[in-house]
């Protein structure tokens, strides 16, 4: 009955496999070999999205990345069991083996998606849905000055004074000249609680 020079079906997937790494392998190292190498400081530079990218990368990130991707993933796999539940839900020797069949698969789907409309819902009135841009608000402060007094504040030229650090000698003199004397206090204050007699 078998022939033992045959591949049973764990050995086509095997083979499958196989063949799908070397093939892997095999590109990647054709692209080492015949892709030209001038590497430069923008090739070398951090890519994001098209824009140069600023300042250190550990900075603190916003969690509501995570939750989004989180939800996306989470509702992609779990509508990718509705395909093969709307294969078998209209086979006809399903259901004229007993007719509950498609009543039974119709109802189970309405809970499925039942529960995944309710978890929609949470995540949506939590906010995790929403994408939060911060709003550049200028401060504006009710004060009885006039604009033009800030305008010409603002145009007038002021003289810098050169800086010139103090000399370790200068410093300590200025410290003992500033130190202000601790004096005791002229009386003590005495505190009683009420409805005492001294």
Same mark, same amino acid.
């Given at each position: 009955?078998?022939?033992? #020079? @045959? ?11 196989? $063949?799908? /790494? =070397?093939?892997? %392998? ?26 140069? #990218? @600023? ?11 995570? $939750?989004? /991707? =989180?939800?996306? %993933? ?125």
């Amino acid at each position: 009955m078998d022939d033992p #020079a @045959q591949l049973t079906e764990f050995g086509k997937i095997l083979l499958m496999g196989i $063949v799908g /790494a =070397l093939l892997v %392998l095999f590109t990647l190292l054709l692209g080492k070999i015949i892709s030209p190498k001038k590497p430069t400081k923008e090739k070398l530079s951090t890519y994001e999205c098209g824009e140069e #990218a @600023q300042g250190s990368s550990w900075i603190q990130f916003n969690a509501r990345f995570y $939750v989004i /991707a =989180l939800v996306f %993933l989470l509702f992609d796999v779990e509508l990718i069991f509705i395909f093969p539940w709307a294969t078998v839900f209209g086979q006809a020797d399903f259901i004229s083996a007993d007719p509950r069949w498609g009543w039974f698969t119709l109802l189970e789907m309405f809970v499925f998606v039942g529960i995944l409309i309710v978890g929609l819902v949470y995540v949506w009135r939590k906010g995790d849905l929403e994408w939060i841009k911060p709003r550049v608000i200028t401060p504006r402060v009710q004060v009885n000055i006039p604009g033009a007094a800030y305008d010409r504040l603002n145009r007038e030229r002021y003289r810098v004074q050169p800086f010139e650090p103090l000399r370790p000698s200068e410093i300590k003199e200025a410290s003992k000249t500033e130190a202000p004397e601790t004096k005791a206090p002229a009386f003590k204050p005495r505190f009683k609680k009420p409805g005492t007699t001294p």
